[in-house]
């Protein structure tokens, strides 16, 4: 059962890795920081560890799809992330194929 | 917060300089925010030991900032993994058996077989290990510099030949005795007749193949690989009696010819290379040709007239060792002979392929000047 567990996980990981920047994508809708948006994943069912999320983070700023700022927040400075404009539009391109791919899975699966 | 702060100091080291004061100070509000929540759930500060814990879970300093740095995070990605395999699987495989070639002639030719294996030993050994670190050492340098190597996306059906080395294993290697011998037709799998062309492999695939050899040999001549041989009196144990050639020094002789070698092995390895890359339109390969026999036939032509070979080698030279041979009734087969034929094969193929380089460059305005060479 441990390889067949080893093997589950592994396509399981692959499965999520696309989903988890659309989510990231969504979840930024609205301004949130770090640890809020990691939270909020979690309790949508997509647990993201902050060594994955943070670079995630840094990586879709470079590419122009979030604008980010510091703020004082409890006595301690945070970084906030929201959607850029670019973002917004990006959003809904990625959703339409989101949607698509699950409609032909859909036929797929139940025919 | 010594500990985090040790973490936090430890991690910004390994940071791109530009960006090391921003990520640090996002790596420390999560680092906090997680403690206070932790702390939250226990009601109580965490012990030093709960702290790197979840230090620990964060992740090593190593792979978190190399999280945060682009660019490629392998030696050898997946584009190019199978051609370094190849590559290194046909260099080592030419290092065993010339390594095992020499064990069983100094076994045989007397020496203590345990030492003999030694030799043979650390000789694989070594060159195996400067093999794989060259072949990688040039995959890294192709990825990081982006260069593209054009057989990758223009390969062809007809240049795969040189691969039906890489799936041999015993069962192959029969078939092909098999072949040779005419004994019985080839296995279903192993039969690739249809693929045969007139001219033998295609031009990428001897290219490739020709590549990887003229490495090892370059590698050998500049001392970086060991095959065992000490002299010519090794050739003693596989029959070949090297007579007065023996007291050459082959040291100085090395020396002598040490840079033109060189030269000729850069040339070869050039073309191979362009041809791999499908950069070498055919009159430039026809200029290589030219340019290469040229210098082989000049390298042949020393060797005959003016190097300490030469009174040997030469046919008033043979006709004294043959002689010799007859005086002293020996069995073993004399070297000069030997060396006479190789080197006079190889003038004609140099001849040959100075007139085969003049006639690509001839043809190439008349034809289609296409950069695969058909």
Redo the contacts between chains.
């Keep these: 059962m441990g390889a067949e567990g080893d093997l589950y996980e592994s396509l399981r990981m692959e499965l999520r890795r696309g989903s988890l920047t659309l989510g990231v994508l969504v979840r930024l809708r609205e301004e949130r ?3 809020t948006l990691r939270q909020a994943l979690a309790a949508d069912g997509l647990e993201m ?4 999320l ?2 995630l983070l ?1 990586r879709l700023e470079t590419q122009g799809l979030l604008l980010s700022e ?1 703020r004082e927040e409890d006595r ?4 906030f992330y929201r959607l850029s404009p670019d973002g917004v539009a990006m959003l809904e391109r990625l959703l339409d194929e989101w949607r698509r791919i699950s409609a032909s899975l859909d036929k797929i699966i139940e025919p | 917060m010594t500990l985090v702060e040790d973490y936090l100091r430890i991690v910004a080291l390994l940071l791109p300089k530009g ?1 090391r004061d921003d ?1 640090v ?3 420390r ?2 680092v ?3 403690i206070e929540a932790r702390e939250s759930e226990l009601d109580r500060p965490l012990t030093e030991v709960e702290t790197e814990a979840l230090l620990r879970e ?2 090593h300093p190593l ?2 900032a190399a ?2 740095r682009g660019g490629a995070q392998q030696v050898v990605g997946p584009t190019l993994y199978p051609y370094w395999a190849f590559g290194v699987k046909i260099a080592v495989t030419i290092q065993l058996a010339l390594s095992a070639l020499v064990f069983v002639v100094h076994a045989f030719s007397g020496g203590d077989v345990a030492t003999a294996f030694g030799h043979a030993f650390y000789a694989a050994f070594d060159g195996i290990i400067t093999v794989v670190g060259f072949a990688t050492l040039a995959v890294w340098f192709i990825e990081r510099q982006r260069v593209r190597v054009d057989y990758l996306d223009r390969w062809r059906v007809r240049d795969l030949r040189v691969l039906e080395f890489a799936a041999w294993d015993l069962d192959a290697f029969g078939d092909w005795i098999a072949r040779l011998t005419h004994r019985r037709s080839a296995t279903p799998a192993n039969d690739l007749s249809p693929y045969r062309a007139s001219r033998g492999r295609e031009r990428a695939g001897r290219a490739l193949g020709g590549l990887v050899g003229c490495c090892v040999t370059l590698l050998w001549w500049v001392g970086a690989l060991h095959f065992g041989f000490t002299g010519l009196n090794d050739l003693r144990g596989m029959g070949i009696d090297p007579g007065p050639l023996a007291q050459i020094d082959l040291i100085h002789f090395k020396a002598v010819l040490f840079w033109p070698v060189l030269a000729y092995l850069a040339l070869v390895i050039s073309r191979y290379l362009l041809v791999v890359v499908g950069a070498l339109s055919t009159m430039a390969e026809g200029l290589f040709y030219v340019a290469s026999g040229a210098a082989l036939l000049a390298l042949v032509t020393w060797i005959w007239r003016a190097s300490p070979f030469g009174p040997f080698v030469r046919l008033d030279g043979l006709a004294a060792a043959v002689k010799l041979m007859d005086q002293h009734h020996s069995a073993d087969v004399l070297l000069a002979p030997l060396l006479s034929v190789g080197l006079i094969c190889t003038a004609l193929g140099a001849l040959g392929g100075i007139v085969h380089g003049l006639w690509l460059v001839v043809r190439s305005p008349l034809g289609e000047r296409d950069f695969d060479g058909r």
């Design positions: 920081y770090g640890y560890e902050e060594s994955t943070y670079p840094r510091w301690r400075k945070k970084r | 960006q990520i100070a996002e790596l509000d999560t906090l925010t997680r964060v992740g792979v978190v999280r945060y």
